[in-house]
């Protein structure tokens, strides 16, 4: 089982997000993503965005990324918007990127939402073993 409860980013995470992450990655023997994504969030008629969080074999989070769709449909691409790269200590909002620490803020704030987002029962997840 994996346990977040160690720090396994730059900064504290809350209690309900380890709690998510770890509800989630249980049985996980080693290393997985975990892909959340609101099937119903299209480029047209939004939605929440799809997020991806890399877990590693002993609880720490490698990346998260949050991405949404850029451009005007029909030729919207669905791509990063907010990366928080923990392992690489860099932190990317909408192509630019910064020192981890510049991240802190928006790292709060986009947690409190996912947070949100999860206990709505917005997405479908989907765990992928590396």
Known sequence: ????????????????FRKILEDIVREQA??????????NYTADTGGYHPV?????????IAY???FSYSGMPPYSELSKEIDFDFS???FNHLGFEYDISAGRGLFQTWQSNFCNFYSWNVYEVTVHPI
Not at 7 to 13: E, R
Not at 52 to 60: K, Q, S, T, Y
């Open 30 to 39: 080693g290393s997985c993503v975990v892909i959340f994504k609101d099937p």
């Open 52 to 60: 991806e969080i890399m877990v590693g074999a002993g609880g720490d």
């Open 88 to 90: 690489n200590r860099c």
């Open 1 to 16: 089982m994996t346990d977040l409860r160690e720090q396994p980013a730059a900064w504290p995470i809350s209690e309900k």
């Open 64 to 66: 998260i990324s949050d």
